[in-house]
């Protein structure tokens, strides 16, 4: 009974083309490995390999005569017209592995398992879009993990896998250089998920991978996308919110990865297993991860590079000191910000700014100590009793704190609202007017330019719209909904809310004067 139990076993096998190879240690591949995918499961097909590339062949002419013993040739050569950029590297995946289909002796690795997905991608992309860029097969052995040979890494595949300390390392130095790293799990498959969330953890300890917020520029870089359609195994169909999950560094997700398929969408194929967005979706996410990475290159590259204040251990006596808010939230998206402003400041009045920034908590008794304290992040925060209670005492004894939402973010503009309510629940924040002293202590501020979002989604205005709330006629909170970071930072940022680069360092100069003078 036993031997024909593993006859009939190994008939099924050959009839889909899967049968291990001679002297293998399992001599066949397990039938639950091919349904479950673990992490000794043999091939999961997903999809064809790429289609071959068209030959390109022109006639050659004949030559003209030549010396003896040479013989003039017609003859056939190839025409290969330029590769276009590479774009994305889809990292070899998985133990190695051979299989025997269709009578031939093969290699199989996990990544394999959909090998025409990125390709097929970026094809649909560029009939779209007009830009022509092609991905490439690397190992974590032999790229050089320098972003500019290639932007993005795809890692995707079913099965578990691990990587050296080594590795992690180079990884993390390649996204602080300005490189994305790109995960999906095919077929939404458990252990892989598990496994890339794991491996992202011991390479950046300290900086959680979150959900992706609706607001996302990720999620409107091309297509405007809201909620996403999934597909169950059972092929029953729900729309829920986005399955994203990032890892933001500055105003820039380094980490981008998706638990519920995407590459077979990719592809233009589906299966009766795991869970996956449907197809035309998850080609329109494709096509926004493209562009969103692309917006994103240069500013990564820019913010791989770190400003030094040199006076950070200098005395203080009396000059001024810029003091930045830590929260739970993403407190320093723009780590050059204020270095930039303070600089400006300097050269731009007669204000004795040092170089220091101090980075403080509200519950830090030291807090009370500066003029002006700024926040600023692109999340939700929220502020415990105790930091509610210090906030509104620092303020009521003459302190400022001046504010804006990084990048103009909904989450942070919401949080901000609804906590500074908190600290003064009989106050509102009410718009300043045009004749207010912070709009002309230094620079006369009449009229500010706008980022071109804010001019497409707002209208074509050019008033500063900063708000605030008074205490006995003083300003002690200023907010401003659009962006000031970003332009202080003196580099582009294609999805920013906010204000361009002079407008916001004047009312940031303005801000610090104000400050200092009242």
């Known amino acids: 009974m036993k031997k024909q139990n593993s006859v009939?076993?190994?008939?099924?096998?050959?009839?889909?083309?899967?049968?291990?190879a001679a002297g293998s240690a399992t001599g066949t591949v397990g039938i639950s490995s091919l349904v479950f995918g673990q992490e000794n499961?043999?091939?999961?097909?997903?999809?064809?390999?790429?289609?071959?590339?068209?030959?390109?062949?022109?006639?050659?002419?004949?030559?003209?005569?030549?010396?003896?013993?040479?013989?003039?040739?017609?003859?056939?050569?190839?025409?290969?017209?330029?590769?276009?950029?590479?774009?994305?590297?889809?990292?070899?995946?998985?133990?190695?592995?051979?299989?025997?289909?269709?009578?031939?002796?093969?290699?199989?690795?996990?990544?394999?398992?959909?090998p025409a997905d990125v390709n097929t991608?970026?094809?649909?992309?560029?009939?779209?879009?007009?830009?022509?860029?092609?991905?490439?097969?690397?190992?974590?052995?032999?790229?050089?993990?320098?972003?500019?040979?290639?932007?993005v890494l795809l890692f995707a595949g079913h099965n578990n896998f691990k990587l050296t300390d080594e590795i992690r390392v180079r990884l993390a130095r390649y996204v602080a250089d300005g490189g994305t790293i790109l995960g999906d799990a095919c077929c939404g498959w458990n252990d892989f998920t598990e496994?890339?969330?794991?491996?992202?953890?011991?390479?950046?300890?300290?900086?959680?991978?979150?959900?992706?917020?609706?607001?996302?520029?990720?999620?409107?870089?091309y297509f405007k996308l809201g909620d996403f359609t999934y597909k169950k195994e059972d092929g029953s169909i729900y729309t829920d919110k986005p399955c994203l999950e990032t890892i933001d560094f500055g105003c820039r997700s380094g980490v981008i990865f998706s638990p519920c398929d995407l590459t077979c969408g990719w592809d233009g194929h589906e299966h009766p297993r795991g869970l996956r967005v449907v197809i035309d979706e998850a080609r329109q996410i494709g096509v926004n991860l493209i562009t969103y990475a692309l917006g994103t290159f240069q500013l990564g590259r820019f913010l791989s590079s770190t400003k030094v204040y040199?006076?950070?251990?200098?005395?203080?006596?009396?000059?001024?000191v810029f003091a930045q808010l830590k929260h739970e939230g993403d407190w320093d998206p723009d780590p050059s910000?204020?270095?930039?402003?303070?600089?400006?400041?300097?050269?731009?009045?007669?204000?004795?700014v040092?170089?220091?920034?101090?980075?403080?908590?509200?519950?830090?008794?030291?807090?009370?100590?500066?003029?002006?304290?700024y926040m600023t992040g692109h999340r939700e925060f929220q502020w415990s009793k105790e930091e509610v209670g210090r906030l509104q005492r620092y303020l009521k004894a003459g302190g400022i704190?001046?504010?804006?939402?990084?990048?103009?973010?909904?989450?942070?503009?919401?949080?901000?609202?609804?906590?500074?309510?908190?600290?003064?629940?009989?106050?509102?924040?009410?718009?300043?007017?045009?004749?207010?002293?912070?709009?002309?202590?230094?620079?006369?501020?009449?009229?500010?330019?706008?980022?071109?979002?804010?001019?497409?989604?707002?209208?074509?205005?050019?008033?500063?719209?900063?708000?605030?709330?008074?205490?006995?006629?003083?300003?002690?909170?200023?907010?401003?909904?659009?962006?000031?970071?970003?332009?202080?930072?003196?580099?582009?940022?294609?999805?920013?809310?906010?204000?361009k680069d002079e407008s916001a360092l004047q009312i940031g100069a303005n801000m610090i004067v104000y400050a200092v003078t009242h």
Request: aromatic fraction near 10%.
């Open 41 to 114: 499961s043999g091939p999961i097909d997903c999809g064809p390999p790429p289609k071959a590339k068209p030959h390109r062949r022109k006639g050659g002419e004949s030559f003209p005569p030549l010396p003896l013993p040479v013989t003039p040739l017609r003859r056939t050569e190839k025409k290969r017209p330029p590769a276009p950029p590479a774009l994305i590297g889809k990292m070899s995946m998985g133990k190695i592995r051979w299989i025997t289909r269709n009578g031939k002796r093969v290699q199989y690795r996990d990544w394999m398992t959909d």
């Open 195 to 221: 496994a890339f969330r794991r491996e992202i953890e011991l390479i950046f300890p300290g900086r959680p991978m979150r959900k992706i917020l609706p607001d996302d520029p990720i999620l409107a870089s």
């Open 310 to 320: 040199h006076e950070a251990a200098a005395p203080t006596r009396d000059d001024f």
């Open 354 to 373: 040092k170089f220091k920034r101090q980075n403080v908590h509200l519950t830090d008794p030291k807090t009370t100590t500066y003029p002006l304290l």
């Open 401 to 499: 704190l001046f504010a804006d939402a990084c990048c103009g973010r909904l989450s942070f503009d919401m949080a901000f609202r609804r906590e500074i309510a908190k600290v003064f629940p009989e106050n509102k924040l009410e718009r300043l007017p045009p004749e207010h002293p912070l709009y002309h202590c230094h620079h006369d501020i009449k009229r500010v330019d706008y980022t071109p979002r804010v001019r497409e989604d707002f209208g074509p205005f050019d008033t500063p719209e900063l708000e605030g709330i008074s205490i006995d006629g003083k300003p002690a909170v200023v907010y401003s909904r659009f962006d000031l970071g970003n332009g202080w930072e003196q580099f582009p940022h294609a999805y920013s809310y906010g204000l």
């Open 121 to 151: 991608l970026l094809k649909w992309t560029a009939d779209r879009m007009g830009i022509n860029y092609r991905a490439v097969e690397s190992s974590f052995e032999h790229f050089s993990y320098d972003p500019r040979e290639l932007p």
């Open 337 to 352: 910000a204020v270095h930039n402003l303070l600089k400006y400041a300097r050269d731009n009045s007669t204000l004795e």
């Open 8 to 20: 009939s076993r190994r008939r099924f096998l050959e009839r889909l083309g899967l049968t291990a």
